[in-house]
């Protein structure tokens, strides 16, 4: 089993729509979970922390479920601009700044 | 302020050839992490420095792979010998107190 796993999509979907992105971990002591982008050829960019009581930025909602070891990312009234790879991922476990990343999902958000 | 630079931006060599790769992490920045990205795959963790302690190598994948981190700053991560496998593009990051790491633009390697 992989430890971090992600639907690779691709995910095609027009503008203006919601689209939820999923995500599991197999090590139950792992502590951060973040979701990163990263656009063709470029390096990977935070796009946000997952704390345990879900948390909001914009467009985007992360939710984060431990006893699942799950993770999701909402993007609600996509932009053409939010097309990208989106990478999960969590620490290697405890305090550990080891971290982990999904081969992640990719976006394509068509006009 | 000034991001994570790496140099050379793309690298071509010869199998068998050595080659070293730099990285100048953020100013301040206590943590710096190696990763490699093959066409199409995801991030392979391959070292981790964290400030005065001995670095994580658990994810070097052979011996002919070595990093160091010269003054709690500059890293430079050398390959030995290299093979056509290990083409791929070189990522390094850096983080503050090992928070939210921060990457540089890669590079790019191609053994021919």
């Known amino acids: 089993r992989k430890e971090v796993e992600q639907d690779p999509g691709p995910f095609n979907v027009p503008e203006g729509a919601t689209v939820a992105f999923n995500c599991t971990y197999s090590?139950?002591?792992?502590?951060?979970f973040f979701w990163y982008r990263q656009d063709c050829r470029k390096e990977p960019k935070l796009l946000m922390s997952?704390?345990?009581s879900g948390n909001e930025d914009g467009r985007f909602t992360a939710q984060l479920n431990r006893a699942s070891q799950y993770i999701s990312l909402l993007i609600r009234d996509s932009k053409l601009s939010d097309s990208a790879t989106y990478l999960c991922?969590?620490?290697?476990?405890?305090?550990?700044?080891?971290?982990?990343f999904g081969t992640g999902t990719l976006l394509a958000v068509q006009p | 302020g000034a991001g994570v630079s790496q140099s050379p931006s793309n690298k071509v060599t010869e199998k068998g050839k050595d080659v070293e790769l730099r990285c100048d992490p953020i100013?301040?920045?206590?943590?710096l992490y190696w990763y490699r990205q093959s066409l199409g795959q995801g991030l392979e963790f391959l070292i981790y420095?964290?400030?005065?302690?001995?670095?994580?190598k658990s994810g070097l994948p052979s011996d002919r792979f070595s990093a160091e981190r010269t003054g709690g700053s500059v890293s430079t991560l050398t390959i030995q010998r290299t093979q056509q496998e290990d083409s791929a593009v070189y990522l390094c990051?850096?983080?503050?107190?090992?928070?939210?790491?921060?990457f540089g633009p890669g590079t790019r390697l191609t053994v021919t």
């Open positions: 090590n139950s002591a792992s502590q951060s």
């Open positions: 991922v969590v620490n290697y476990g405890g305090a550990t700044n080891k971290l982990i």
């Open positions: 997952v704390y345990s």
């Open positions: 420095f964290q400030g005065n302690s001995a670095p994580d």
């Open positions: 990051a850096s983080s503050l107190q090992g928070l939210e790491q921060y």
């Open positions: 100013s301040g920045h206590t943590a």
